[in-house]
């Protein structure tokens, strides 16, 4: 028996290849002669570079400018191919991300994707003719204008003068110098991982929809918004293409500066993972898939990693089973996507905070009670 054992992160608890590796020791339990395959999965946000240095890509670690200018520490991952090219993975949150800054509203103003900037940077250095861009979690609201920055970009005011980094500056920009723009930019292929369809800016745009997330209050998602309208003309007139298209608000705009100044497209973060890692060449193979996340809700339905598997699973005719931390959604809406069974940590711990705190013993053992179930 071949079982794929392929969760997404327990966010807060366990990494995805930690998760892997607990549900495998569950399952080992039951089916110890079992072939288990530990393959993390992402859906395009954190945990995607995760899931490609699992696959075979190379770490690198890179010392970037923060979102509010506190220098960090920001991995990022490369693999070459066979043709001569290489492929990049970069999230967005490694160096601009949230966990790197007090949501407050000043920040929200202030944050930047410079650092973002310096690994696009790093990975042309190295060769990438292909970069993946995972944008979940970040901290920013500047339209991408902080990464191209740091790529020679000098978006400027109407006297001339450079304006300062973050999305709180963009109203001020008149025009944009791109004598300095690093010209590899335009041989390489950017893929942006976005699963969400928000415009770059107006009432679901970047500012109103994620910004309160990074601490900006009504008024600094006002000041955002503005900021992102008037950077999406400034980009129209300088380069001839109109960014504010679906999908180009997430991570506070970040696409629509790649739309405007480089070769992107926008893909599906679960499909486009799913490619880059090789996760349906290891499913073709399994008897059954094991996977999950840390909370499995209404949110998980509209295409995150565990349940986009589980579909890629049922229509191979491939059983799934879902573990998770906690399960907010019916037994109905599971079995739609080809789940057979399914277990929370919250039956097997004693409480939220054991379930936190150990989940990968509460994870193992949930695991192997769905398998003598199921």
Known sequence: ????????????SLTAAEAAAAIAEGALRVYPDAEAV???VADGG???????????YEERLNAVVGPVLAPVGAAWAIRKDSAGGATAVIETAQASGLAHMEPTPANALRAHSYGCGQLIAAALEAGATEIVLGVGGSAMTDGGSGALRALGLKPLDAAGNVVPLGGGSLAEVAAVDVSGLDPRLAAV???????VQNPLYGPDGAAHVF?????????????LDAGLRNWASVLRQATGRDVNVPGAGAAGGFPASFLAFSDAALEGGFDLVAGLTGLREKLAGADLVITGEGSLDSQSLTGKAPVALADAARALGIPVIMVAGRILVTPEDLARHGVVAAAQLLDVAPSPAEAVAKAAKYLAWATSQVLEGA
Do not use: Y
Request: without cysteine; aromatic residues 6%; negative net charge.
């Open 46 to 56: 954190e945990g995607t570079l995760e899931a490609a240095v699992a696959a075979g």
């Open 38 to 40: 530990q393959f993390p």
């Open 189 to 195: 292929k950017f893929r942006i991982a976005v699963d």
């Open 211 to 223: 910004g309160p997330q990074k601490g900006a209050d009504a008024e600094a998602a006002e000041v």
């Open 1 to 12: 028996m071949r079982i794929l054992i392929a969760p997404d992160k327990f966010k807060g």
